[in-house]
């Protein structure tokens, strides 16, 4: 069988997939990841009687938490099938990366396995958001001179 021959059977038998639905389906999950976000930044702040920029990190610290339990339990990877970038673009997404990798990889032992591999799907959004952030600073202080 050619390659050709081999590539248009596969394109018949592959499902497909619904781009508006899909766009719809993140949208909304994303939204409820952002409504769920400031609603746990509003409970911390009025029943821990902190500011609101307080109130921001124990939301980030329970979004992480609560993603990296769910994988651990197995039924977030269900969740980000069906939500797709819904959930992996917040930060439960590198959350859910870091530890999935971790398990992944925790029979290697903690330094060979965990350790060397935690950061693997991780370790790309760190490197590009450090360097585009150097970038962007490098043009904002040549625009406002300093």
Known sequence: MEKRQYNDLVSQHQP??????????????GGFVGVLGQLLVEFYSYYLDISSKDASIFMIVTLIFFASLFTALGFFDKWVTFAKCGLIIPITGFAHSMTSAGIEYKKEGP????????????????LYG?????????????????
């Open 111 to 126: 330094i060979f396995g965990v350790g060397s591999n935690i950061f693997k799907l991780a370790g790309s959004v760190i």
């Open 130 to 146: 450090v360097v585009s952030a150097w970038f962007f600073g490098l043009i904002r202080l040549i625009i406002m001179g300093g």
């Open 16 to 29: 497909k997939e619904s781009r508006v639905q899909n766009a719809i389906i993140a949208f909304l999950v």
